[in-house]
């Protein structure tokens, strides 16, 4: 079955630390992406990778950066933490290199406090 | 600008009956709709999803229907269930950098009363 695990369920941090968000697939697959979920904005894509050290801006990529170093690993990183960034992060795979009409396979969140 | 608007953002409905998420997009080069399904504390499931040379599509008690011209697409749950007690969201495929990437809407929370 298809298992995405991300590292941390609660985080809590402070303001300007850097902070890193830990994501791992076990299905081989080629996409992964980032999203952070906040009630009435829904989910929205921060960054995403098609390959190992690849990555392409989303549509919310202020503040953060991202590290694909394996395939089945990607991290999200905020490099100074901010109030605005607490949130529930989602990380997400997909199988096929860019391919379109693929499901995506989400991890259970991590849900960001920063103070 | 929000490409993807769904509506209502939450809804009651009592067991045995229907219920409808609507959404619409701006962008016609959106050529995937699939529909996630969240419960507490668990991340985004694929439900259910469409293209759009279709019309509707029928899954068990789910059916997405489709309306290109219209530029909108609804889910509805016939026979809803306590069970189906979760946040929905409708989503439209387009490209990003030459990749396909996802637009989300805002999310349903769907309660359904016993």
């Known amino acids: 079955d298809v298992k995405v695990t991300q590292s941390s369920r609660y985080l809590v941090k402070r303001t300007g630390e850097k902070v890193f968000l830990e994501c791992v697939q076990d299905m081989d697959h080629e996409n992964m992406f980032w999203y952070r979920q906040d009630p009435g904005l829904g989910l929205r894509l921060i960054y995403f990778s098609y390959d190992v050290k690849m990555k392409e801006k989303g549509d919310i990529p202020e503040g953060y950066s991202v590290s694909r170093e394996k395939k089945e690993r990607f991290s999200l990183i905020l490099e100074s933490a901010s109030t605005n960034q607490t949130s529930m992060y989602l990380c997400?795979?997909?199988?096929?290199?860019?391919?379109?009409?693929?499901?995506?396979?989400f991890g259970d969140g991590t849900r960001l406090s920063i103070l | 600008q929000q490409q993807v608007k769904q509506s209502p953002q939450s809804l009651i409905v009592q067991k045995g009956g229907i219920s409808i998420i609507n959404c619409a997009y701006e962008n016609t080069a959106f050529d995937y709709f699939p529909w996630y399904q969240q419960f507490p504390g668990k991340g985004p499931a694929l439900l259910i999803a469409?293209?759009?040379?279709?019309s509707e599509k029928k899954e068990g008690r789910f059916t997405i229907s489709f309306n290109k011209s219209a530029k909108q697409f609804s889910l509805h749950i016939m026979d809803s269930q306590p069970g189906d007690s979760a946040t929905y969201f409708c989503?439209?495929?387009?490209?990003?950098?030459?990749?396909?990437?996802?637009?989300f809407g805002k999310g349903t929370m769907l309660l359904v009363s016993p």
């Open positions: 989503a439209a495929e387009g490209v990003n950098s030459g990749y396909s990437t996802l637009t």
């Open positions: 997400a795979s997909s199988l096929l290199q860019g391919a379109a009409n693929q499901p995506q396979h």
């Open positions: 469409i293209r759009p040379d279709v």
